[in-house]
């Protein structure tokens, strides 16, 4: 059975979750960050399962929101957490991760994230692409699936035709519009689009966001993803190339974001949610340095 458990992250529902997956066993997926996790045991509890009984913890990639909170799963409870291999010696030792998440979010990093400590060795799992694992009563694989990050994988269920797909299938809350994450370092555009065709292959029957849930019409969501993430790297672009600073091109693209999912018929609420759950300035750094990175000559 597949469950999804709402982390309730800073007391609102539906900006982080965490896929569960079996019965007498369990399987997480994408733990949330550490200061969701007595929220989430909790929620386990509710829906009555033992946390006592999550065996692995398979995380998407190690964004704090995504897998922050894997260490007290190995520390308490003794699971297995499954990464991958770009990302396994962030969680063996987070010291880098600390330091640039503390630049960017100063002294919100501890309500906002909570604490992160290292995995133990004999508790970390490296998992290469296409390679299986067994657990909750299912067998996991492992997708290779870079663009949003580096080090992310989507987790696959073949027989239950179901993807657990991180940040690579974009966000989408309560059924509003599908928008793409793109926090710095690594959005890549070209291998994102990769990712989206390797995963549009799979003809997924269920597919499980960490922000929010399950959507509908996979296929559709897909196809809205890949048009707004181009929409929005093409804008940026064309800021950056009349030399307007990326601090002023933080409020202006929040603005056009607020408008678009205005449009769509969003409460304002519901805006908020997205906006905590996908931040407008970071997808403004994270564009702008793709297009610094490797697409200089567009900019100029």
């Not at 990639?61 to 291999?85: K, M, N, S």
């Not at 409020?251 to 018929?265: C, N, S, T, Y």
Request: glycine share 8%.
């Amino acid at each position: 059975m597949i469950r999804f458990i709402d982390g309730l992250h800073l007391g609102r529902p539906k900006v982080i979750g965490t896929g569960v997956v079996g019965d007498a066993q369990l399987a997480l997926v994408d733990c949330g960050p550490e200061s969701i996790f007595n929220t989430t045991v909790a929620g386990l509890r509710h829906a009555g399962l033992r946390p006592e009984n999550v065996t692995h913890v398979f995380v998407t990639h190690i964004h704090f929101d995504h897998a922050g909170a894997a260490w007290r799963w190995a520390e308490e409870f003794g699971a297995t957490v499954c990464v991958h291999p770009r990302g396994a010696p962030h969680l063996a030792d987070p010291s880098k991760l600390l330091a640039s998440a503390t630049k960017i979010f100063g002294d919100q990093m501890a309500p906002l994230w909570g604490d992160m400590r290292a995995v133990r060795p004999d508790r970390l799992r490296v998992v290469q692409d296409n390679e299986t694992v067994e657990a909750g009563g299912t067998i996991f694989t492992a997708l290779d699936t870079p663009g949003h990050a580096q080090h992310h994988h989507a987790w696959w269920l073949e027989r239950e035709r179901t993807l657990f797909a991180g940040d690579v299938m974009g966000v989408v809350i309560d059924g509003g519009p599908c928008l793409p994450p793109c926090p710095p370092p690594d959005i890549h555009i070209e291998h994102w689009l990769g990712s989206l065709q390797r995963i549009m292959k799979l003809q997924p029957a269920r597919v499980f966001l960490t922000h929010f849930g399950e959507i509908d019409d996979p296929a559709k969501r897909l196809n809205e993803l890949v048009e707004r993430l181009l929409d929005w790297a093409e804008w940026i672009a064309e800021e950056l190339k009349i030399g307007m600073p990326e601090e002023k091109i933080v409020p202006l693209f929040e603005q056009r974001v607020r408008a678009e999912l205005k449009m769509a018929g969003l409460s304002d609420e519901l805006l908020d949610t997205y906006e905590q759950a996908d931040p407008a300035a970071m997808s403004v750094a994270g564009l702008a340095r793709y297009w610094r990175k490797f697409r200089p000559e567009q900019i100029k």
